[in-house]
């Protein structure tokens, strides 16, 4: 089988069922239920339009969606297509952090990789919390001090309100200037962060400017 959804895609998807299945539970009017489902389908097509055929059977299943039981059976009928993240070695990880010399490597086990975007975990020892993000292909970690904030928050990278603590990293500056520091708030649980996303261009923006 084929695999060709990416974790957050599969999210995306998720969403809109969950639009359908509220649309029918709770609208009366069927023309107002038709046009969530017209709708919904329409960003699906859009996300998967590269796909060509083989992602037909998907827009006409979703249409089909009645309610949440069928919901539930039609995304687990998606989850064979879903393209997991590579599977790192504990070595792998520590070559990715090379100037962490506390790194503690989480249980690799503990992760589902199909529901990942990015592997991250928190180390209560260090205050660290530990990205690996894959960009275009090339995996890369990224390693930053970690507050968890007393109160909810936006996370930068699935832009869903929740958990949140400020994640920065030691930069260096420009000419002259010494090193700064560049962050954001982000998810404290990285696994729901990674349920939340539907798109890759926050993270890949956040990972960018700690860079620059
Ligand atoms: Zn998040």
Redesign the pocket.
Same mark, same amino acid.
């Given at each position: 089988m084929e695999e060709f959804l990416h974790p957050h895609e599969y999210n995306f998807i998720k969403k809109q069922t969950k639009v359908i299945v509220d649309a029918q539970s709770t609208n009366k009017d069927q023309d107002v239920v038709h046009t969530v489902i017209t709708l919904a389908r329409e960003k699906v097509a859009q996300l998967v339009e590269g796909q060509g055929g083989k992602a037909l059977p998907l827009l006409d299943a979703l249409t089909d969606v009645k309610n949440a039981h069928e919901a539930d059976s039609f995304l687990l009928s998606l989850k064979p297509y879903v393209i997991p993240f590579p599977r790192v070695s504990e070595k792998k990880i520590e070559r990715l952090f090379p100037k962490e010399k506390k790194l503690k490597v989480p249980d690799l086990e503990q992760f589902d990789y199909h529901a990942l975007s990015y592997l991250g975990w928190y180390d209560l020892g260090t205050n660290k919390k530990y990205l690996v993000v894959n960009i275009e292909g090339r995996l890369m970690g990224v390693a930053g001090l970690y507050h968890p904030s007393s109160k909810q928050g936006l =996370?930068t990278? @699935?832009h869903?309100f929740g958990e949140v603590g400020l994640f920065t990293k030691k930069i260096k500056g420009r000419k002259n200037e010494s090193t700064i520091s560049r962050g954001n708030y *982000? @998810?404290k649980d990285s696994m *729901? =962060?990674n349920d939340?996303m539907t798109s890759l261009d926050e993270l890949n923006a956040f990972i960018y400017r700690l860079h620059q």
């Amino acid at each position: 089988m084929e695999e060709f959804l990416h974790p957050h895609e599969y999210n995306f998807i998720k969403k809109q069922t969950k639009v359908i299945v509220d649309a029918q539970s709770t609208n009366k009017d069927q023309d107002v239920v038709h046009t969530v489902i017209t709708l919904a389908r329409e960003k699906v097509a859009q996300l998967v339009e590269g796909q060509g055929g083989k992602a037909l059977p998907l827009l006409d299943a979703l249409t089909d969606v009645k309610n949440a039981h069928e919901a539930d059976s039609f995304l687990l009928s998606l989850k064979p297509y879903v393209i997991p993240f590579p599977r790192v070695s504990e070595k792998k990880i520590e070559r990715l952090f090379p100037k962490e010399k506390k790194l503690k490597v989480p249980d690799l086990e503990q992760f589902d990789y199909h529901a990942l975007s990015y592997l991250g975990w928190y180390d209560l020892g260090t205050n660290k919390k530990y990205l690996v993000v894959n960009i275009e292909g090339r995996l890369m970690g990224v390693a930053g001090l970690y507050h968890p904030s007393s109160k909810q928050g936006l =996370c930068t990278i @699935c832009h869903s309100f929740g958990e949140v603590g400020l994640f920065t990293k030691k930069i260096k500056g420009r000419k002259n200037e010494s090193t700064i520091s560049r962050g954001n708030y *982000v @998810c404290k649980d990285s696994m *729901v =962060c990674n349920d939340n996303m539907t798109s890759l261009d926050e993270l890949n923006a956040f990972i960018y400017r700690l860079h620059q």
